[in-house]
């Protein structure tokens, strides 16, 4: 019987450790940063990400549909009240933006594990040092919201 509670609190262990925890800190997401690549909404996709400095990461987003830039954006990362928050604005072809002036649509941090991090609408997800699923969720006109997955591969 003892044997039995051992391998059972051994496999309660493990499988706490597969999903701990991690502190909202830049350095613990910082496999995020580099160029990366993929396909999403008809188009390619492409996303640079900073290494953590100053308390930020940075980042640039554009799609390409048919040789054509449809839209970017610009994406940080900051420290924020020990956690994490993730902000963007979009712009058009022509770097008109879509928000207003002070306007940014944002994310604040839900959880961070050792391979995602997780924020309200959006989910970054570690396959591999050179694979990356990005969840967003879209707000549809008619009210629904519709998950949308990126691929990337790190170039």
Not at 54 to 78: H, P, Q, W
Not at 87 to 98: A, E, I, N, R, V
Request: charged share 30%; hydrophobic share 35%; aromatic share 10%.
């Amino acid at each position: 019987m003892k044997k039995l509670i051992i391998i059972l609190l051994f496999i309660s262990f493990s499988c706490k450790a597969q999903t701990k925890t991690l502190e909202p800190k830049l350095e613990n997401i910082s496999w995020i940063s580099g160029t990366w690549h993929g396909e999403a909404f008809g188009g390619t996709t492409e996303e640079i990400w900073s290494e953590p400095s100053a308390g930020s990461m940075m980042a640039t987003f554009k799609l390409i549909n048919d040789g054509e830039v449809t839209f970017y954006e610009i994406e940080i990362i900051r420290e924020v009240e020990n956690s994490l928050i993730l902000q963007l604005k979009h712009f058009g072809s022509d770097l008109k933006g879509w928000e207003t002036k002070d306007e940014t649509v944002d994310f604040p941090l839900k959880e961070i594990t050792p391979n995602k991090v997780e924020f309200e609408g959006m989910t970054f997800e570690k396959v591999n040092d050179k694979e990356m699923n990005i969840y967003v969720d879209i707000h549809n006109e008619d009210g629904s919201i519709e998950n949308v997955k990126f691929n990337y591969t790190k170039q």
